[in-house]
């Protein structure tokens, strides 16, 4: 989370209060991402009722939040965004529907938010469904039931920089001053992958904080050029949309505790566990496989998880890939790393013929093996 520029006095009689509508004023986080700083007049702002970075048991904009957590559907998939695009005004379903047909684009998602002050700073926040939107958060955060479930319960997250930044503990209650000031208990932390945005609340609590609906879309564009898409996403939303490419380095986040935070980078770190293994075979794989886990099974003959192992092989190449006791065949942290270490015993890191009888024990099947190829030189060709 990033210091904030302020906007400039507001005209006499009118004041500036902390919750999105209109300017966007674009300003450098600490970590080098967009903070879309999103403000709106009012002429009659709430205040909150305790002094800057002391926390007060109640406000006037309701009671302490006590919600123990609401019930969330499961982690099925995972959908790395590729585009962010936040508009000046809420997004329209006709614009959103032009958005997901442009080339390439597999999925969108449109989420409320606005900036909102916590603990005396302005933050920016996205009010989303937690059972849905956890799929477009990085893996370490995605598979955080419990967060989600306290999301789905009212109460609120924020990015590890935010919770050090402004001495956040969870299972406390904090006011937020919106369109109303209510007081929400923090119910955790993880990265969310998305510059700028420090805050998750799920759709009722937005909604009672007056968070701006639909002002903001993700898109997913696996395959496809992610500044093309950004460009499309601009032409369709028009000027005054902020519209980031989520692949442009300065933007690029990892995982919590240093673990992968998409797909992409997954791929790349698993591959490191096999010399001469190159990323672009796992990221071909995963896919053909699942579609980077947007489809994983099972399959006619019994395959599972994101990267499509059966279950026998599984017992063989599984890989705890992400230290939490288990090999999880379903789990992208481990199934990743486990098509690594199958790929990798059967002497893929050799490369030419070697690779290609390698990526054909993963599947049976010579069509199998020049596709696989091909989508590994085509990403190669695009993340030179």
Request: charged share 20%.
């Amino acid at each position: 989370m990033g210091h904030v520029v302020a906007p400039p006095p507001a005209p006499r009689g009118r004041t500036r209060a902390a919750v999105a509508a209109i300017a966007l004023l674009a300003v450098a986080t600490a970590s080098g991402g967009l903070y879309a700083a999103l403000t709106f007049e009012d002429d009659n702002p709430v205040r909150a009722s305790a002094p800057r970075g002391e926390v007060s048991p109640g406000g006037p904009g309701g009671p302490v939040n006590v919600a123990e957590g609401g019930q969330v559907a499961p982690l099925r998939r995972v959908v790395p965004p590729d585009v962010l695009a936040v508009a000046r005004k809420p997004i329209s379903p006709v614009q959103v529907a032009k958005v997901t047909r442009i080339s390439g684009v597999r999925d969108v998602v449109a989420v409320s938010g606005g900036a909102v002050q916590l603990q005396g700073r302005q933050v920016n926040a996205l009010a989303v469904d937690p059972s849905s939107f956890r799929s477009w958060t990085p893996p370490g955060t995605a598979k955080k039931t419990d967060l989600w479930s306290a999301l789905e319960g009212g109460q609120f997250a924020v990015s590890p920089s935010a919770a050090d930044q402004l001495r956040l503990s969870r299972g406390f209650p904090y006011p937020v001053v919106a369109r109303t000031v209510p007081t929400l208990t923090m119910g955790g932390s993880g990265q969310f992958g998305l510059p700028g945005i420090d805050m998750l609340v799920g759709r009722d609590a937005g909604a009672r904080m007056g968070l701006v609906p639909d002002i903001a879309v993700l898109v997913n564009a696996p395959g496809a050029d992610p500044a093309k898409v950004a460009a499309a996403v601009t032409g369709l939303l028009g000027r005054g949309t902020n519209v980031v490419n989520l692949h442009e380095g300065r933007y690029r986040t990892s995982g919590d505790g240093g673990r992968p935070g998409s797909y992409l980078d997954l791929y790349r770190q698993a591959a490191r566990s096999c010399r001469g293994l190159s990323w672009t075979v796992l990221a071909a794989i995963g896919q053909v496989e699942s579609d980077h886990g947007r489809d994983a099974g099972p399959s006619s003959a019994g395959a599972l998880g994101p990267m499509q192992f059966l279950p026998a092989t599984w017992r063989a190449y599984g890989v705890d890939g992400d230290g939490d006791g288990k090999a999880d065949i379903t789990n992208p942290f481990d199934a990743v790393p486990g098509a690594a270490k199958y790929l990798c015993a059967n002497g893929a890191g050799g490369g030419g013929e070697r690779l290609y009888r390698a990526v054909w024990q993963y599947n049976h099947a010579d069509w199998y093996v020049r596709k696989v190829l091909g989508l590994a030189r085509a990403y190669e060709a695009r993340y030179r």
